[in-house]
């Protein structure tokens, strides 16, 4: 089973400010198979990337994903208030599909 | 718009059984494979069990090997997950989730709360 490794567990900023966070798998991901999800407190995770780096449809262009192998980063360049949420990262690559245990962004 | 709606979860005793349902719309069901996942604050985001889109093949975890059941109806549009022999750690919010044709989940539904406790 591939284990998905995120830091920080928390980012503290501010609205405006650059949000960087990682997911390292525990084994190379063959064609980036590595997907990113958002979920605010209440409501079900939302598709941000697919493919590490392609946005779904309808996600905004301060959202972008980017690595391979081992290492991915999901980077937003400049926060806005609806982007304060927890950030989870899936790969599926093997079976089973697995996630990692996410990145809260919270309001500084 | 693809909608995916839960119903089923609930209260119930460790041993006891329960089936969440899954209606889709916005979508053509039968062209799609469909997944069940669940969260807990403990163990976070775990795909429990899947099943194709015609049906014939499913996926469990093994966590839930032998005591759940996935299963569809195309013609009603609908997922479903039969529970057996509940246990404690199955406590979770469970969510139906709609395969992308790349294994990733392009559509989630707002879940359904299962509680075994007694």
């Known amino acids: 089973e591939i284990v998905l490794t995120q830091s920080p567990g928390t980012l503290s900023l501010s609205p405006g400010e650059r949000a960087t966070f990682s997911c390292r798998a525990s084994q190379s991901l063959t064609s980036s198979q590595l997907a990113w999800y958002q979920q605010k407190t209440g409501q079900a995770p939302r598709l941000l990337i697919y493919?590490?780096?392609s946005r779904a449809t309808g996600i905004p262009d301060r959202f972008s994903g980017s690595g391979s192998g081992t290492d991915f980063t999901l980077t937003i360049s400049r926060l806005e208030p609806e982007d304060f949420a927890v950030y989870y990262c899936q790969q599926y690559d093997s079976s089973p599909r697995t996630f990692g245990q996410g990145t809260k962004v919270e309001i500084k | 718009d693809v909608q995916l709606l839960e119903s089923g979860g609930g209260l119930v005793q460790p041993g006891g059984s329960l089936r969440l349902s899954c209606a889709a719309s916005g979508f053509t069901f039968s062209n799609y494979d469909m997944s069940w996942v669940r969260q807990t604050p403990g163990k976070g985001l775990e795909r429990v069990s899947a099943i194709t889109d015609s049906g014939r093949s499913t996926y469990y975890a093994d966590s839930v090997k032998g005591r759940f059941t996935i299963s569809r109806v195309n013609s009603k549009s609908t997922l479903y997950l039969q529970m057996n022999n509940l246990r404690a750690e199955d406590t979770a919010v469970y969510y139906c989730a709609k395969d992308s044709n790349y294994r990733y989940f392009d559509h989630w539904g707002q879940g359904t709360l299962v509680t075994v406790s007694s």
């Open positions: 493919g590490a780096s």
